[in-house]
């Protein structure tokens, strides 16, 4: 008789043993899903800031082949300064010539009428985001 109530008193606490690591295994399940969604909401909302500064860091670029492009097929004009931005965007533009090779200017250089630069690349920043396009002059066949 005591045999039976030794056994039918340790399989209840077997079965309440049981039901807390259940309970804490789902809960561990559970909290880590939502730690997993939760870093990747935040990702999700870096990326939606950044947007911002990547459409500013464009449209930068884009002003930048403009820029080269008039300098380029204005090489006699006056030169003029590349453009400044309010919202703190940043423009680099650099020309070369067929052989790759960095020029001082898009246009003309020195007492040259035509200008040498065959393509220039046209870096827009805008905080930590940087855009580029590629213009080229050269006729295509």
């Known amino acids: 008789m005591f045999d039976r109530l030794m056994k039918s008193f340790y399989r ?3 079965r309440g043993q049981s039901m807390l690591l259940m309970v804490l295994s789902i809960g561990a399940t559970i909290l880590g899903a939502t730690t997993i969604a939760g870093i990747l909401m935040v990702y999700q909302i870096k990326g939606s800031e950044d947007f911002v500064n990547s459409s500013k860091a464009i449209f930068a670029a884009d002003a930048g082949t403009e820029y080269a492009e008039y300098e380029h097929f204005n090489p006699t004009s ?3 300064s590349s453009p400044t931005f309010t ?3 940043t423009l680099s533009v650099t020309c070369y010539d067929s052989s790759s090779n ?8 020195g007492s040259a009428t035509t200008s040498y630069a065959t393509y220039a690349i046209s870096k827009g920043t ?3 985001i940087n855009r580029a396009f590629m213009i080229n002059f050269a006729p295509t066949p």
């Open 12 to 14: 209840k606490e077997n």
């Open 78 to 80: 006056t030169a003029i």
């Open 87 to 89: 919202n703190g965007a």
């Open 102 to 109: 960095p020029l001082s200017s898009c246009g003309a250089i």
């Open 126 to 128: 805008s905080r930590n």
